[in-house]
């Protein structure tokens, strides 16, 4: 059991000796975060405050997965043991669903977590940044094509006179920059809408208060809460849907293969756990309204319903200056960051979805240059032999009874997605 303590008061902070870990997010240098966002998250407006207790119980969750490492054998990953207090505004309200959130948390990560919330110290009042009235939704943007098909349709949808939200989460300026350019192209292809973009860069340093260094676990299946947690605050400002765009094939998660559960991607866009979260926020009085409009599509079929949108030039050339590789931050490798491998998860399905809608995929992939400098690069993140294996195999019964489904998701419609998705895939890999 690994017990942590997440706080914004410093001085708190600086005393927890009982503590494994200790994080601190404030405004001084001494904070375990780095970004501009201010723990008071007035740069999103008048957040509710329910909603600003969440984003600090996400943030402290996906700080500890990124802290504690795995032990790993083969393709199994052991369960990580997490005693987790988290100073929030209205820890009475909280801790009536520690037990409920704990589990929803331990569906996203794999691993078994437990929650004390504690009393906030008071934050500094500061201004909220003021909000368009018209809003009429937010979106997160991640750079990805998924999201980025999410946003420009959302924007296409909008009345005269109405506007929408993005929001976009970084931690490398490469990722940031596809977001400022797809957020730039949205407003040239659907000009006249009105649209704020939030760019959040958010990361946890290297280095704990006492000037130790943190251990670094990479697998971070959390890694998307924080992202869904700020989104909502934004949301919660304008009191507005939050679109979290992600085909459903990926959101089902299907594993490649009997000793690898769940291994397409991460869970936070699964529909048992948007449906366990917007339940339990709805519960308290948060703000809960998600949305994912393409929860049950194939990339593909989204990929293919923007094309009929937009035109299949349009179609191809903004999908083609997303990023959908898991691997975009490659510098420790000397590879650019940005660039896209082509042989992960995500270009494989991204290369797959533009040839199921018939759409030119102008990406630049690193797999294409086989002699090249990133030949060895590639190699190691090529999931290319178990996705084909994944794909002969085909989608069982058994795969499809042992998901996780909320009410009003049959295992028939799962069952058909599925297939759907798997028949992309295997038009692409013949």
Known sequence: MTSILFEVSEARASSAAEFDEVFLWNET??????GPLKPSLTQLGQVKPLNSDFVRIALAVLAADRSVLRTRGGS???KRLFDLTVAVDHPDIWTGQATRLAGIVGFLTGDAWSFTLVQSDPLTPTKPASTPDNTRRAVLLSGGADSATGALMSRHSLSDGEGQILISQFSQPAITKVQKTLATEIERLVPGKNQTHHRIQFTRKNRRMNGTEFKDEWSTRSRSILFLALGLAAASATETPLWIPENGFASLNPPLGPERRGSLSTKTTHPKFLADLRQLLTDIGAHGDIVNPYERMTKGEMFRSLADTFGDDVASAYLSKTNSCSHADGRWARISPGSSCGVCFGCLVRRASFHAAGLADRTTYLSNDQA??????VKGKSIEVAMRDFVSAGISD???MAMDLPDGYS???AHDLCVRGVAELAEFLK
């Open 29 to 34: 240098a001494t904070s375990t975060f780095q």
């Open 76 to 78: 199994d990953w052991n």
């Open 372 to 377: 090249g400098k990133s030949a060895d690069y």
């Open 398 to 400: 058994a795969m499809i």
């Open 411 to 413: 295992a028939r419609d």
